[in-house]
T-cell receptor, first 114, second 118 residues
Framework: KAGVTQTPRYLIKTRGQQVTLSCSPISGHRSVSWYQQTPGQGLQFLFEYFSETQRNKGNFPGRFSGRQFSNSRSEMNVSTLELGDSALYLC?????????????FGSGTRLTVV | AQTVTQSQPEMSVQEAETVTLSCTYDTSESDYYLFWYKQPPSRQMILVIRQEAYKQQNATENRFSVNFQKAAKSFSLKISDSQLGDAAMYFCAYRTAYSGAGSYQLTFGKGTKLSVIP
């Protein structure tokens, strides 16, 4: 059974550019979440999607957006990149039930903004 | 809002010995889930163990076990017979059991870096 796949693994962008990260969840998982990981702030919740609907969004500016497609694949977009957006972006998926199941994470996309 | 605190930024253990990582959390909810995740240098977060708050029995997965003290809001991880492959960042995480909005995000602690000494 394939795990959570995130592409690309590494990305270097210039300030002011925009970027799109992709996440393919485990087959059958309809819930997808995104997290930003930085040395200073740790792991912070970005968004959660279920069946193409955003269920919740973390405390991030509007430059951060996301979406989920009918096949449960998800993308997140960051516009007008800032140096502080440099981070590891992790995607995770979870089965609808049972609720006690934990999220399975991908290996992340390392974004560097220069 | 829930918070998770890991008070030990770094810890070390001799190979084959036992180590305990601490985690405390704050919540007003009575039903929730607690998790320990491991993040090796490969970056992928790996689920180590899970505890349901309504269960009094402490969860165990092979060499990994937890000490769940609900009243004290404490959730420590014990690693027995430590192996070199256990070296990683360990994160404690909280998740609600009931969400009207259908959102089940994880709230993480800052992590504990575990080193295993040969």
């Amino acid at each position: 059974k394939a795990g959570v796949t995130q592409t690309p693994r590494y990305l270097i962008k210039t300030r002011g550019q925009q970027v799109t990260l992709s996440c393919s969840p485990i087959s059958g998982h309809r819930s997808v979440s995104w997290y930003q990981q930085t040395p200073g702030q740790g792991l912070q919740f970005l968004f959660e999607y279920f069946s193409e609907t955003q269920r919740n969004k973390g405390n991030f500016p509007g430059r951060f957006s996301g979406r989920q497609f009918s096949n449960s694949r998800s993308e997140m977009n960051v516009s007008t990149l800032e140096l502080g957006d440099s981070a590891l972006y992790l995607c995770a998926s979870r089965p609808t039930s049972p609720l006690r199941e934990g999220y399975t994470f991908g290996s992340g996309t390392r974004l560097t903004v220069v | 809002a829930q918070t998770v605190t890991q008070s030990q930024p770094e810890m070390s253990v001799q190979e084959a010995e036992t180590v305990t990582l601490s985690c405390t959390y704050d919540t007003s909810e009575s039903d929730y889930y607690l998790f320990w995740y491991k993040q090796p240098p490969s970056r992928q977060m790996i689920l180590v163990i899970r505890q349901e708050a309504y269960k009094q029995q402490n969860a165990t997965e092979n060499r990994f076990s937890v000490n769940f003290q609900k009243a004290a809001k404490s959730f420590s991880l014990k690693i027995s017979d430590s192996q070199l492959g256990d070296a990683a960042m360990y994160f404690c995480a909280y998740r609600t059991a009931y969400s009207g909005a259908g959102s089940y995000q994880l709230t993480f602690g800052k992590g504990t870096k575990l080193s295993v000494i040969p």
